[in-house]
């Protein structure tokens, strides 16, 4: 079994900053990709960021020179620092990871990011 928990996330201005972190536990041996997703009722959750087991990270193009994905192998942590926040950012914010082994997919409980004056 493996556990996700996010923190971080809350109330913020405009063109203000937060930093996401998740924590993965359990029965991991291997990560192959760690990801953040978002989704705001009544749509599709979307792909925010993704690191992948050789480092190379992928950003949605919303948040492309906002955001930055990074991960910690050894203590199994990714975080998405969030700077010049919009309030279009507004959203649940998911952590998700992906392992080499079936089930191979695992997401967080969510986190609400807010992005008002």
């Known amino acids: 079994q493996v556990h996700l928990v996010e923190s971080g996330g809350g109330l913020v201005e405009p063109g203000g900053s937060l930093k996401l972190s998740c924590v993965a536990s359990g029965s991991i041996f291997s990560i192959l990709a760690m990801a953040w997703h978002r989704q705001v009722p009544g749509k599709q959750r979307e792909l925010v960021a993704v690191?992948?087991?050789?480092?190379?990270?992928t950003y949605a193009d919303s948040v492309k020179g906002r955001f930055t994905i990074s991960r910690d192998t050894a203590k199994n942590t990714v975080s998405l620092q969030m700077n010049s926040l919009k309030p279009e950012d507004t959203a649940v914010y998911y952590c998700?990871?992906?392992?080499?082994?079936?089930?191979?997919?695992?997401w967080g409980q969510g986190i609400q990011v807010t992005v008002s004056a």
């Open positions: 690191i992948v087991s050789g480092g190379t990270t």
């Open positions: 998700n990871i992906l392992v080499p082994r079936v089930p191979s997919n695992y």
